[in-house]
């Protein structure tokens, strides 16, 4: 199994990026994934999720409006994009996956994870 995660870099307030996560390994349409961040310092943070199918997505308040994940089974590919960032979005952002079609917003519940794309947003 092998998530392997890209597109972060340094931004400026306001600014925007899109996250991808190729898999490989697994079905990959059988599985829920999400983007989980974690800044320096603090523990990791839950940012959203999508079902199997793409039909059904969730999102932590913190991006609520901001963020959009999606998905392309085809592909074997999750994005995040990412809009107006603040620099408390700050954080390496890594994408996770977990056995079955439902996700949950707890970091703990996904079983394989990626190495983590860094994101900066400062002036």
């Known amino acids: 199994v092998q998530l392997q995660a890209s597109g972060g870099g340094s931004v400026q307030p306001g600014g925007s990026l899109r996250l991808s996560c190729v898999a490989s390994?697994?079905?990959?349409?059988?599985?829920?994934m999400s983007w989980v961040r974690q800044a320096p310092g603090k523990e990791r943070e839950f940012v959203a999720a999508i079902s199997g199918s793409g039909r059904s997505t969730y999102y932590a308040d913190s991006v609520k409006g901001r963020a959009t994940i999606s998905r392309d089974n085809a592909k074997n590919t999750v994005y995040l994009q990412m809009s107006s960032l603040k620099p408390e979005d700050t954080a390496v952002y890594y994408c996770a996956a977990r056995s079955g079609t439902y996700y949950t917003n707890n970091p703990r519940d996904y079983d394989y994870w990626g190495q983590g794309t860094k994101v900066t947003v400062s002036s």
């Open positions: 390994g697994f079905r990959f349409s059988s599985f829920a």
